[in-house]
T-cell receptor
Framework: GAGVSQSPRYKVAKRGQDVALRCDPISGHVSLFWYQQALGQGPEFLTYFQNEAQLDKSGLPSDRFFAERPEGSVSTLKIQRTQQEDSAVYLC?????????????FGQGTRLTVV | KQEVTQIPAALSVPEGENLVLNCSFTDSAIYNLQWFRQDPGKGLTSLLLIQSSQREQTSGRLNASLDKSSGRSTLYIAASQPGDSATYLCAVRRTDSWGKFQFGAGTQVVVTP
């Protein structure tokens, strides 16, 4: 596709439910990042993939958060037993190369509301 | 620990005026700095990318400068238009941990007709 695509755009979950958020990066992009953005704040890093390898998951806030990219393209961020503090916009970004100097492109985000 | 600060947090200007947005960072060991635009309820749109070896980048009415030694970047938007109303975020690409981004909190800009 032309850009990074995320689905769903909006998700409302009852507290305790599990959710899965999907990211389709730009075709051929090696690097993939997940970020969490609270209202009125800048995005905060969650995790990073290089192809299918998850090389950094230091930003995942708890063991309820899990991310995967099994074939090195589409990635899924899963949140188990959602809590109200998980309400945020979840952003996915991709870069064409591993090199840290390359431009990153972000998706539209998934707005998660936990009620 | 890298800290990124954007001042002011909010800015309102009449149409036609030039916009000056500031971004400061505490650790000069960066690979690059990227400016983004975010419209309400939307994702991030990349505006300009400046490599650490560069001093400025230009695209149309946008110009971004980078002074790595003093830890500052400035985004200039010439002849502002109501369509420029958005939140502008700067992000530095860190040299550690696979180059993850450290973001500022953003400057919310309103351009009034």
């Amino acid at each position: 596709g032309a850009g990074v695509s995320q689905s769903p755009r909006y998700k409302v979950a009852k507290r305790g439910q599990d959710v899965a958020l999907r990211c389709d990066p730009i075709s051929g992009h090696v690097s993939l990042f997940w970020y969490q953005q609270a209202l009125g704040q800048g995005p905060e890093f969650l995790t990073y993939f290089q192809n299918e390898a998850q090389l950094d998951k230091s930003g995942l806030p708890s063991d309820r958060f899990f991310a995967e990219r099994p074939e090195g393209s589409v990635s899924t961020l899963k949140i188990q037993r959602t809590q109200q503090e998980d309400s945020a916009v979840y952003l996915c970004a991709s870069s064409i190369r591993v090199s840290r100097g390359t431009e990153a492109f972000f998706g539209q985000g998934t707005r998660l509301t936990v009620v | 620990k890298q800290e990124v600060t954007q001042i002011p947090a909010a800015l309102s200007v009449p149409e036609g005026e030039n916009l000056v947005l500031n971004c400061s960072f505490t650790d000069s060991a960066i690979y690059n700095l990227q400016w983004f635009r975010q419209d309400p309820g939307k994702g991030l749109t990349s505006l300009l990318l400046i490599q650490s070896s560069q001093r400025e980048q230009t695209s149309g009415r946008l110009n971004a400068s980078l002074d790595k030694s003093s830890g500052r970047s400035t985004l200039y938007i010439a002849a502002s238009q109501p369509g420029d109303s958005a939140t502008y975020l700067c992000a530095v690409r860190r040299t550690d941990s696979w180059g993850k981004f450290q973001f500022g909190a953003g400057t919310q800009v309103v351009v009034t007709p």
